[in-house]
């Protein structure tokens, strides 16, 4: 293996490192709307909101709890989405590693 390859292959771990990183911005926007609906100082186990029965979370309004669904929704997505650009930098590395070796 050359210096080019290296060098190649150190640029490919280099984006895949930055396609891993979470995206905080659908967990912020779940935790600001938690916020604004329940209030900053809302029970959390393991730092997520209590949803059980007599919970401020069981007594929301359709309208809320379909922002709420949406935003999950969203996060999930957001989830999903970092980890096919973290397989598509891995496809990438590995087609450059193979076709490299190929010629």
Request: hydrophobic letters at 45%; a negative charge.
């Amino acid at each position: 293996m050359d210096d080019s390859n290296i060098s190649s292959i150190h640029s490919e771990m280099v984006v895949l490192t930055r396609a891993l990183e979470p995206g905080p911005a659908a967990k912020d926007r779940v935790r600001s709307f938690e916020d604004e609906t329940f209030g900053k100082d809302a029970v959390r186990i393991n730092g997520e909101l209590e949803q059980g029965i007599g919970s401020p979370f069981a007594k929301m309004d359709a309208g809320q709890k379909a922002k709420y669904a949406a935003l999950q929704a969203l996060v999930g997505a957001e989830q999903r989405l970092s980890d096919a650009r973290a397989a598509l930098v891995t496809a990438e590395a590995e087609f450059e590693t193979a076709d490299a070796a190929a010629k």
